[in-house]
């Protein structure tokens, strides 16, 4: 098993192959001491540990994420792990497959309001790239 510092180095290269570099470059430099034991927690449960794993791909973990904070109703990361699509190579039709999902299993107004989110979301990352 891995140490702490082995978790946590794996987690910070995952979390900037996922988020990117800009993304986890402001969580670091907004990280205070108060909130310093929570980005070393998930960077080395989340990232160092689960998405480090080679078991399914960052493709499928993108899917289950998304689906999962849709069904929580976590909108602001699923906006957040929408645009991390781009380095995890889930595509927009993965994304509707995963929030129908979503639709039948947590139900549809969570789905709904995902959709809408994803939608917008896309929309300002095509934005981004005419920039």
Same mark, same amino acid.
């Given at each position: 098993?891995?140490?702490?510092?082995?978790?946590?180095?794996?987690?910070?290269?995952?979390?900037?192959?996922?988020?990117?570099?800009?993304?986890?470059?402001? !969580?670091?430099? @907004? +990280?205070?001491?108060?909130?310093? /034991?929570?980005?070393?927690?998930?960077?080395?449960? %989340?990232?160092?540990?689960?998405?480090?794993?080679?078991?399914?791909?960052?493709?499928?973990?993108?899917?289950?994420?998304?689906?999962?904070?849709?069904?929580?109703?976590?909108?602001?990361?699923?906006?957040?792990?929408?645009? !991390?699509?781009? @380095? +995890?190579?889930?595509?927009?039709? /993965?994304?509707?497959?995963?929030?129908?999902?979503? %639709?039948?299993?947590?139900?549809?107004?969570?789905?709904?309001?995902?959709?809408?989110?994803?939608?917008?979301?896309?929309?300002?990352?095509?934005?981004?790239?005419?920039?």
């Amino acid at each position: 098993m891995a140490d702490a510092q082995d978790r946590f180095t794996q987690g910070m290269a995952t979390r900037r192959s996922v988020l990117g570099e800009r993304y986890v470059a402001a !969580a670091v430099a @907004n +990280t205070d001491p108060f909130t310093e /034991d929570f980005q070393t927690l998930i960077t080395e449960s %989340a990232w160092g540990t689960v998405w480090s794993r080679d078991t399914i791909s960052k493709r499928e973990r993108s899917m289950l994420t998304i689906a999962l904070l849709a069904a929580l109703g976590h909108h602001d990361e699923v906006a957040m792990h929408i645009r !991390a699509t781009r @380095n +995890t190579g889930a595509s927009m039709s /993965d994304i509707k497959e995963a929030l129908l999902h979503v %639709a039948i299993y947590a139900g549809v107004p969570a789905a709904n309001h995902a959709f809408k989110i994803a939608k917008a979301t896309y929309a300002e990352m095509q934005d981004d790239q005419a920039d």
